[in-house]
């Protein structure tokens, strides 16, 4: 839900914040032209009605150790309550998983998955993807390169 209250520098803090969550207040209202107090009574308004969802680390998935990067197409059996019911909170499951969208076309589910290497990714499909039942297909590909990443929009 989009809220009406928004105006232009409301969207500045958030753009500011998106780029570094870490800026101090007087700071964050020094770029977006406001006094520290504003600010900071904006920033916990747009983090009480939810539009600031929380502040995380972004993490270099390699020097994590995690060089591998699947993307893999599921199509289900049926589409019941059932099936699908159980395998999404299957994938809720899965650490390796860190994104699930559910799709239109071809394919039910896009799956970003995060992996070490080739035999982690043999293991992660043998043991955890294949054990889910009701998955007619998966079709995964692995990208060998990263051309955009954004943490803004």
């Known amino acids: 839900m ?4 928004m105006d232009k520098i409301d969207y500045a803090i958030m753009g ?6 870490r800026l101090t207040n007087q700071e964050l209202a020094e770029r977006v032209n406001l006094s520290p107090s504003p600010c900071l009574r904006r ?11 929380g502040y995380r680390a ?14 893999a197409r599921i199509t ?8 699908i019911a159980n395998f999404e909170s299957a994938i809720q ?14 394919a039910d589910y896009l799956l970003r998955i995060m992996l070490r290497d080739l035999d982690d990714y043999d293991r992660f ?11 007619a297909a998966i079709n995964t590909s692995f990208a060998f390169g990263e ?7």
């Open 58 to 71: 972004v993490i270099d998935p390699k020097k994590y150790g995690l060089n591998v990067t699947i993307f």
């Open 2 to 5: 989009l809220i009406k209250y």
């Open 147 to 153: 051309i955009k990443k954004s943490q803004r929009f």
């Open 16 to 21: 500011e914040l998106q780029s570094n969550g």
């Open 93 to 106: 499951l899965l650490d390796e998983v860190m994104e699930c969208y559910l799709l239109t076309g071809s």
């Open 76 to 83: 289900l059996q049926q589409h019941n309550k059932e099936i």
């Open 43 to 53: 920033v916990r308004n747009l983090e009480e009605d939810g539009v600031i969802a």
């Open 125 to 135: 499909m043998r043991q955890k993807l294949h054990n889910i039942k009701g998955i």
